[in-house]
């Protein structure tokens, strides 16, 4: 691996945690699929640099999908892990997003909540009465941002984290996400990722308890780059 372009991606790190700035198409820890993950990045990250023969620990606090760019927290020990799995539970990790649509929402701020219902089969996540059985509740706040030519950045912050939550809640609002078929986009990004990025967390550290706040700068492609500079 490339530690100096992987060291550009870590937005922070010390002896407990590592945060690092997911790229669209990464998959943040090993699948069906086979691909190398993210999280093998990091344990190879940790093995070359800390001169580590054998297996070295590193472990996923929370997920972002494949298509999806942004900060994701991994910890270098179980005590760390166990300790911001705990806070993640407690909705003690506040996670905001940047979302690129194309259509400007009605009214411009508000909060949004529904009842969601996973596919698996067709990794696919619905609205569906509070009734249904299975269903899940979910609640995001969003805000514009700005405007550019034909595309809206959306402020998005989690209240709960379901599967694909953003991109179905935005999607019944008539707010598909650019690039993101599976929930009513017009048209695919060239480079398969979708207009969604985790740009904030904000948390208390595992060791010590001070509190931390991390940006993930966005990706210098399309649609991003239609907002550089705001």
Not at 12 to 41: C, M, P, R, Y
Not at 133 to 153: E, F, I, M, P, V
């Amino acid at each position: 691996m490339d530690i100096d372009q992987f060291r550009k991606r870590i937005l922070f790190e010390d002896n407990h945690l590592i945060v690092v700035n997911k790229l669209a198409g990464e998959i943040v820890q090993g699948d069906k699929t086979g691909d190398e993950s993210l999280l093998d990045t990091v344990k190879d990250y940790i093995k070359l640099t800390c001169n580590k023969s054998g297996n070295v620990f590193a472990g996923l606090v929370h997920r972002i999908d494949r298509p999806v760019s942004g900060a994701v927290i991994y910890t270098r020990t179980g005590k760390a892990l166990s300790r911001m799995t705990e806070q993640l539970k407690q909705q003690k990790i506040i996670k905001s997003y940047w979302a690129v649509v194309a259509s400007i929402p009605d009214p411009e701020e508000a909060e949004l909540e529904h009842f969601l219902l996973r596919n698996e089969k067709r990794n696919k996540t619905f609205i569906v009465e509070k009734q249904v059985q299975g269903a899940k509740q979910a609640r995001l706040d969003y805000r514009l941002l700005y405007s550019a030519d034909r595309y809206h950045l959306l402020y998005v912050r989690i209240h709960t984290g379901r599967h694909h939550q953003i991109r179905a809640q935005l999607s019944a609002i008539g707010c598909p996400i650019a690039g993101d078929l599976k929930y009513g986009a017009k048209r695919s990004n060239s480079d398969g990722s979708i207009g969604l990025h985790a740009r904030s967390l904000e948390f208390d550290h595992p060791v010590g308890g001070s509190r931390i706040l991390i940006e993930a700068p966005t990706p210098h492609v399309f649609p991003w780059n239609l907002f550089e500079g705001q």
